[in-house]
């Protein structure tokens, strides 16, 4: 018996030293190519590869890798990369590792996998992964462009334009055993694609929008799975989105229309016996636009005729006899590009929390969350009986919708059963902003259970967490949440209710900075980089909208200089450089153009177009009935982003390449700073310009104070916000971008944190006790005249959501080494508040910082990534006041004490999770 116990003994012993070697082992993973997981199509032809590091030890780095690339799953089993080998490469790199093997091709399919050595040992190899090369060649596209270059009869293509979709189908054969089948396919305005009937793929609204003129997206889907042996049947429905635009013959000088819906359709099959078949476009198809959608158009609605449906129309045997051979029509001006930016899904359904009745056949629906999406509703009736949906975001006083905010758009929806048994129905082409639905025609009494709100966004990772001990702070995070995801719509809109819902620069060039802690916006924001690219004139001029569906030129720097900060945001929080470097000309050709018609000998730029847009009435009532949309150029806003701007492009010069621009911007930058300050300083003041807080903001923020000036303005800005404008904010656009940061970065959090949990106007939080579920445009929503009043924007967030991450939580990327690499980790603990509990995932992996106070102690538990490292701040005098994991700081496993700076003990930690606790 007590020999049987030592066997038992020593087997236990042996699996616990196995399992405990196969926990730690490092191990690679989260592989992507371009930031994108398996990507079907690319037309980058020297891709990126990227992968994440993950263990249970402490201080986790890579110090080599291997990547192999091989043309088939077989041959990267085999560990032979035909197309790579990198061998082993000394580097701690596993971000963004450029792919240097063979000359890769279109339709090119590519397999990869990695493995690491760390200071911990050799990994074994990651789980494979894959990229496919799109056609890269306009002459690869063997189909035609088809569609029908007309409305119908019962079309109207006046104003309020009421196009039918156009419907488009083919039948074809597969006569053998099929090794892979690929779709390439171009559907404008919009498009959903049906193989036997079947929908393929979750994407809604595809392709994303671009300027049709210059750029087109093509999509890629393997539909090996969904062919059969035999006869097949492809079809095609054709929406309109932004390229049959919304208003038909209306301000031509500005809205772009680009014609009607068209088709380029290219399918290859791949037989087992390395034979190949093609589906193409062409009048061999058959085409109708007499289907049920007999209108879809972004601003109005859909409306939908459920007795016009055609049963089996995307199947085999289907009777298209009546059908119509599609036209040849012409093809898009833009040049062919793979979409490597997510398509838009429905990514939640929420169920309404009411439905009232207020009329006799009435009723209004409360969804509880203002959304950008729609409504999907269940019913039964008659034939011909005729539901209709309107939209809105508020009501009335009355309990009636509250619609003039929307101007002209119509957002209603219109469903006509088809009688009989219960019909389930959501639009296809159109989505609108609400939380609120009038509900008209309605056979019998809707119900909640009748109704499902379909949110509509880009397919992104939620990438970051945030709650804090403050209600407020909370509900306005929640509330720039919905807010942001509703207005991804394939590049950035500013608001998705009314007849706009346009992607202004404006909008964003902070805002891109706060969101990307929130969801993994990487590809959406490198897509628009290239779009405002695309917008650019030969003169070097830069739209305000971009894509420029709406021409809008005005020459000022705060709207178009979001181009370079948005190359600098995806620098900053994702180590991605070549947005600047393939941007970097265009940028400088930009500040050429400016610096060339607007600045004048005493370098102060002349030109501005909306100075503070949306500053806050001095008073609630102030504002009540009156327009916002007053625009106040000022030329110390356009001086002081053109300085701002040049930092920005001597940094890009050295990230690019073009080293010697650097010293031109040095030279001219100092220019502007000695104008700016002759100019624009009030000495008596302390201050800049008009003494107002945002004028201050942007010279202190911006580097143009000179330093022994500098304690001086700190203390004007102080002034202005808790004395003259009673502890509140009166910023606007521009200066709401800066003020949370520049009031951390002198000292002053606690201020920041006043203005964060305020209730009263203007704030954040008066939003919130005003009844808003997203962030309104307006710091007055609640009595500004209605016409340019959305309760769905972002841009007044300002650099909140930033101060939220890196002063409340302390999850900072480093400058020096981007991407999170190094991670700076300095909470402010204001007063106030007890906890903050954040997480981040970055490139690298996850950041968390959780912290929470009792009266004498604060304890904060963090997480730091594999491969990179962290800078933690503490508040204390010395490394002895601190402990991590209950033992002294100089005992613990992976802590370096660095030295003191100002009131913080400056620690250099590696990954893992750490514990610290130390007293208030």
């Keep these: 018996m007590k020999h049987k116990n030592r066997i038992f003994f020593f087997l236990g012993v042996l699996f616990l030293l196995f399992s405990t070697n196969s926990y730690a082992q490092t191990q690679v993973r989260n592989l992507t190519c371009e930031y994108l997981t398996n990507p079907l199509a690319i037309d980058v032809l020297e891709p990126r590869l990227s992968w994440q590091l993950a263990g249970n030890e402490r201080g986790i780095e890579q110090t080599a890798y291997q990547v192999i690339v091989a043309s ?98 083919k039948e074809f054969e597969v006569t053998k055993p099929i090794k892979q089948a690929k779709v390439y396919l171009m559907g404008l305005g919009l498009y959903e694609l049906y193989f036997n009937g079947q929908k393929i793929g979750d994407q809604v609204l595809a392709p994303v929008p671009t300027d049709y003129d210059e750029n087109v997206k093509y999509n890629v889907f393997d539909v090996t799975e969904q062919l059969k042996s035999g006869d097949n049947a492809v079809g095609v429905i054709l929406g309109n989105g932004r390229y049959y635009t919304m208003r038909q013959h209306y301000k031509p000088y500005k809205i772009k229309n680009f014609g009607f819906p068209k088709l380029m359709f290219h399918m290859e099959i791949e037989y087992e016996d390395g034979t190949k078949a093609y589906v193409l476009s062409n009048d061999s198809w058959k085409g109708t636009a007499e289907g049920p959608i007999l209108s879809n158009n972004e601003y109005d609605g859909e409306e939908y005729d459920a007795r016009k449906e055609m049963p089996g129309w995307n199947k085999v045997g289907f009777d298209d006899e009546g059908w119509l051979k599609p036209e040849y029509v012409q093809v898009p001006n833009g040049t062919f590009e793979a979409q490597m930016t997510p398509n838009m899904k429905v990514m939640e359904s929420i169920k309404p929390v009411s439905v009232s009745k207020i009329g006799e056949d009435r009723y ?111 509900q306005v995070f929640k509330n720039a949440y919905w807010g942001i995801r509703g207005n991804y719509k394939g590049m950035p809109v500013d608001c998705p209710q009314r007849n706009e819902r346009q992607p202004w620069l404006g909008d964003r060039s902070t805002g891109c900075y706060g969101e990307s802690f929130i969801f993994g916006n990487e590809m959406l924001y490198s897509k628009w980089l290239d779009d405002i690219g695309y917008s650019q004139k030969e003169n070097g001029a830069i739209s305000d909208v971009v894509p420029n569906f709406w021409r809008y030129y005005s020459d000022n720097m705060t709207w178009p200089g979001t181009y370079l900060m948005v190359a600098d945001m995806l620098h900053r929080q994702y180590a991605d450089v070549r947005p600047i470097k393939e941007h970097y000309q265009s940028m400088k050709k930009w500040m050429d153009y400016m610096k060339d018609r607007y600045m004048n000998e005493d370098y102060i730029v002349t030109q501005d177009r909306y100075g503070d847009w949306c500053a806050p009435p001095v008073t609630i009532e102030a504002g009540r009935g009156k327009s916002a949309d ?36 040095q030279a001219l930058a100092q220019h502007i700073k000695d104008g700016f300050n002759r100019k624009f300083y009030l000495t008596e003041k302390a201050g800049y310009g008009e003494n107002i807080l945002t004028d201050n903001l942007l010279a202190l923020q911006m580097g143009l104070v000179p330093e022994e000036n500098h304690e001086a303005v700190f203390n004007t800005i102080v002034d202005i916000i808790l004395n003259r404008n009673n502890g ?85 990327s480093s400058t020096e080494d981007s991407g999170f690499k190094e991670i700076v980790m300095k909470p402010e603990f204001v007063e106030g508040l007890d906890f903050v509990n954040a997480s981040y995932q970055s490139v690298y992996g996850e950041i968390s910082s959780e912290w929470q106070k009792d009266r004498s102690t604060i304890e904060w538990k963090l997480t730091v990534p594999a491969n990179t490292k962290a800078k933690v701040y503490i508040p204390a005098k010395s490394a002895a006041d601190i402990t991590e994991s209950g033992v002294e700081l100089y005992q613990a496993n992976g802590v370096n004490y660095l030295y003191q700076e100002g009131d913080r003990a400056l620690l250099e930690v590696g990954s893992g999770e750490y514990y610290f606790q130390f007293k208030r």
């Excluded at 949906?389 to 508020?394: D, I």
């Excluded at 059963?417 to 129905?425: A, Q």
């Excluded at 150029?633 to 920005?648: K, V």
């Excluded at 939080?765 to 808003?772: D, L, P, Q, R």
């Design 72 to 169: 088939s799953k077989e041959k990267l089993n085999d560990n032979e990369g035909d197309l790579w080998n990198s061998g082993k490469v000394e580097s701690d790199q596993s971000i963004n590792v450029v792919y240097d093997g063979v000359d890769l091709k279109s339709k090119m399919d590519c397999f990869w996998k990695v493995k690491v050595w760390s200071n911990k040992g050799e990994s074994i190899w990651s789980e494979p992964a894959n990229w496919s090369i799109g056609l890269l060649f306009y002459n690869e596209w063997w189909g035609r462009w088809i569609g029908f270059d007309r409305p119908f009869p019962w079309d109207d293509d006046s104003f309020h334009s009421r196009l039918s979709a156009r419907y488009l189908r």
């Design 364 to 474: 209004i629906l409360d969804l509880g969350q203002n959304i950008a999406g729609w409504m999907k509703m269940t019913v039964q009736g008659n034939a011909g009986d005729t539901v209709q949906l309107r939209f809105a975001e508020v009501l009335q006083d009355n309990g009636e919708l509250f619609t003039a905010n929307l101007r002209d758009a119509k957002a209603t929806d219109i469903y006509i059963l088809k009688g009989g048994e219960k019909e389930t129905w959501e639009p296809r082409f159109v989505y609108h902003g609400f939380q609120f639905v009038e509900i008209t025609g309605y056979p019998g009494v809707p119900t909640v259970d009748d109704f499902v709100g379909q949110v509509v966004y880009d397919k992104m990772e939620t990438t970051g967490t945030f709650e804090t001990s403050n209600s407020i702070i909370n």
């Design 630 to 665: 007053k625009k106040h150029p000022r030329e110390l806003i356009s001086t002081a982003y053109y300085y701002y701007y040049l930092g920005l492009m001597e940094k890009f010069a050295l990230l690019s390449g073009n080293g010697s621009d650097v010293a031109e911007f």
């Design 728 to 812: 509140h904010l009166s910023t606007g656009l521009i200066g709401t971008q800066w003020l949370m940061r520049t009031l951390t970065a002198n000292g002053r959090a606690d201020i920041a944190y006043q203005l964060a949990t305020n209730t009263t106007y203007p704030s954040w939080g008066y939003m919130i006790e005003n009844g808003a579920t997203a962030i309104w445009e307006l710091w007055n929503g609640n009595t500004a005249a209605p016409h340019m009043n959305s309760y769905n924007h972002v841009m007044m967030l300002g650099d909140l959501i930033i101060w939220d991450y890196e002063h409340l939580a302390g999850i900072k």
